[in-house]
């Protein structure tokens, strides 16, 4: 168990649709990165937030937005859902950005029909 | 994109023997990081290693790392059951990106009992 946990863990959604996830960061961490995991695939970098701000941005379209509140929580919302956006969802908290050791949640799987 | 080629994708193994995973990247890292996905779940890590380093050990785990090749293999000694899940390299790279992991596509293990 790494301290990181995530809501909810599974999700279906219609095309077109909005959808938010939730992540919650590990104690003492003030730094969270999201991934997507494609079946099959290894996890793709979507971004980063450090102390509110973003830190860094994949290659992702912007309908794939995030937020960091306060407490270092973070949500990522997707607009406008397509079927290529099924996947897993991965947050992952660390101390700072850079260099340190990330704490990956167990992920929340969204499926859009 | 990815950064990372695993070889082989899947290898299937008698409890008892070792597992060997190779990992081959693009570009300058920082750091290489091997972390274990069970069934879709959440990623463990397993064990980091610097771009200064050339070989480290994690109990059964021992990872080396050659940098003039590119190249990274995870080793696990006397695997047990347990050990049956996905395993996915991860580079961190020197650019201003905070801590943007780029993944494999992972090699998927089985360990037969």
């Known amino acids: 168990e790494t301290g990181v946990t995530q809501s909810p863990t599974h999700l279906i959604k219609t095309r077109g649709q909005q959808v938010t996830l939730r992540c919650s960061s590990q104690?003492?961490?003030?730094?969270v990165s999201w991934y997507q995991q494609a079946l099959g695939q290894g996890p793709q970098f979507i971004f980063q937030?450090?102390?509110?701000?973003?830190?860094g941005r994949g290659n992702f379209p912007p309908r794939f937005s995030g937020l960091q509140f306060p407490n270092y929580s973070s949500e990522l919302n997707v607009n406008a859902l397509e079927l290529d956006d099924s996947a897993l969802y991965l947050c992952a908290s660390s101390l700072k950005p850079g260099v340190y050791e990330q704490y990956f949640g167990p992920g929340t799987r969204l499926t859009v029909t | 994109s990815q950064q990372g080629e695993e070889d082989p994708q899947a290898l299937s193994i008698q409890e008892g023997e070792n597992a060997t995973m190779n990992c081959s990247y693009k570009t300058s890292i920082n750091n290489l990081q091997w972390y274990r996905q069970n069934s879709g779940r959440g990623l463990v890590h397993l064990i980091l290693i610097r771009s200064n380093e050339r070989e480290k050990h994690s109990g059964r785990l021992r990872v080396t790392l050659d940098t003039s090749k590119k190249s990274s293999s995870l080793l696990i000694t006397a695997s047990r059951a347990a050990d049956t899940a996905s395993y996915f390299c991860a580079t961190l790279g020197f650019s201003n990106q905070g801590g943007k992991l780029i993944f494999g596509q992972g090699t998927e293990l089985s360990v037969k009992p």
């Open positions: 104690s003492g961490h003030n730094t």
């Open positions: 937030y450090y102390r509110e701000e973003e830190n």
